[in-house]
T-cell receptor, first 114, second 110 residues
């Protein structure tokens, strides 16, 4: 499978717990993006990396959210002290930087905070 | 004003007809425009990209771009029930990130 891989597919947690999601991009892609999507809305940008550098983070993103891409390959997204409002689909996408960059999405991680 | 706006629908089209989906954007320096299809419970799938004014055709899909009017559209010819999905318009502007509209839910009626 050469597509974007996300793990886990589903996560149920209790409010206040920490959760971590993983994304493995398409191997030759140097950019990796995290988006969040709630029902009836389009994906909302969270952050993105070029290689291992985090180049942009949404101003709307709480300090409870942190993302890493330590070796420029896979990435993790951690949410600390989860709240019910964090319940959403967390989508990872990867691309190759260039004039006509195209993003390809993984299957997403559905988070439910009880 | 939202950066990318779409009519949320639902848009209902009979099978075999042309479905027309529209999108407007606010960032005048936007350079790249995309249409993604998203089935319920699934992730977005890239179906069309367009970068210059005019039409771009790929099979039953045609993307249209008018930068002066800041308008992008997607036409689906000979609509099939399998085309029933949410269609997301996405725009890449001056910033590197891709900005999405809220999506238009399309239903093709047999």
């Amino acid at each position: 499978d050469t597509g974007v891989s996300q793990d886990p597919r589903h996560k149920i947690t209790k409010r206040g717990q920490n959760v971590t999601f993983r994304c493995d991009p398409i191997s030759e892609h140097n950019r990796l993006y995290w988006y969040r999507q709630t029902l009836g809305q389009g994906p909302e940008f969270l952050t993105y990396f070029q290689n291992e550098a985090q180049l942009e983070k949404s101003r709307l993103l709480s300090d409870r959210f942190s993302a890493e891409r330590p070796k420029g390959s896979f990435s993790t997204l951690e949410i600390q002290r989860t709240e019910q409002g964090d319940s959403a689909m967390y989508l990872c996408a990867s691309s190759f930087a260039g004039q006509h960059e195209k993003l390809f999405f993984g299957s997403g991680t559905q988070l439910s905070v009880l | 004003q939202k950066e990318v706006e779409q009519n949320s629908g639902p848009l209902s089209v009979p099978e075999g007809a042309i479905a027309s989906l529209n999108c407007t954007y606010s960032d005048r320096v936007s350079q790249s425009f995309f249409w993604y299809r998203q089935y319920s419970g699934k992730s977005p799938e890239l179906i069309m990209s367009i970068y210059s004014n005019g039409d771009k055709e790929d099979g039953r899909f045609t993307a249209q771009l008018n930068k002066a009017s800041q308008y992008v559209s997607l036409l689906i010819r000979d609509s099939q029930p399998s085309d029933s999905a949410t269609y997301l318009c996405a725009v890449k502007g001056g910033a590197q990130k891709l900005v999405f509209g809220q999506g238009t839910r399309l239903t093709i009626n047999p």
